[in-house]
């Protein structure tokens, strides 16, 4: 057999397998429950665009999506611009959508916030209180909150699943 025939179908034959299990772990990191699930939604706060403060989650006994990211994470621009869609396209409510940049000067965050124009309110946690509180290691990081200020899910990196999971969630 010819050396390159050989070494192309060692190739794909290692791209198959690494496709594979690439496939079962991400699987498994999509479908798993996370242990934060069911637990109570701590309270921080951020400061909104304005430079005033919000406490999130907001006590009003409706359910929101909190996803925790940062102004130089492009996995982040990509889950908010398809929040945003969403948003956009009536899928789900604009003010039930929270994104909380975490570690972040407001300053950095307001031009970002300006440039991309998200439907939904741009937060900033400047002191990243957030990210011990909800146990934050990726960006972004979606977490849903449901009416009892409890945690229904946690998303973690871009996930398949959280826009069809807000449509869920806000819909109640």
């Not at 970002?112 to 939904?120: D, L, N, S, V, W």
Request: positive net charge.
């Amino acid at each position: 057999m010819n050396k390159k025939i050989l070494l192309g179908r060692i190739g794909n034959f290692t791209l198959i397998l690494f496709s594979i299990y690439a496939s079962v772990i991400l699987y498994q990191r999509w479908i798993a429950r996370d242990d934060r699930e069911s637990q109570p939604a701590g309270q921080f706060k951020a400061l909104t665009m304005n430079n005033s403060q919000i406490e999130l989650p907001l006590k009003d006994g409706k359910p929101s999506v909190i996803v925790f990211w940062a102004t130089w994470c492009g996995p982040c621009k990509l889950e908010l611009d398809r929040l945003a869609s969403a948003v956009q396209n009536r899928e789900i409510p604009a003010d039930r959508i929270f994104a909380v940049s975490i570690g972040e000067q407001l300053e950095t965050v307001q031009v970002t916030a300006k440039e991309r124009q998200y439907p939904f309110q741009v937060l900033a946690d400047e002191r990243a209180n957030s990210r011990n509180l909800y146990q934050i290691q990726v960006t972004p990081t979606t977490i849903h909150v449901d009416s009892d200020a409890k945690i229904a899910w946690v998303g973690q990196g871009m996930h398949p699943l959280s826009v069809k999971k807000a449509r869920s969630l806000l819909a109640n």
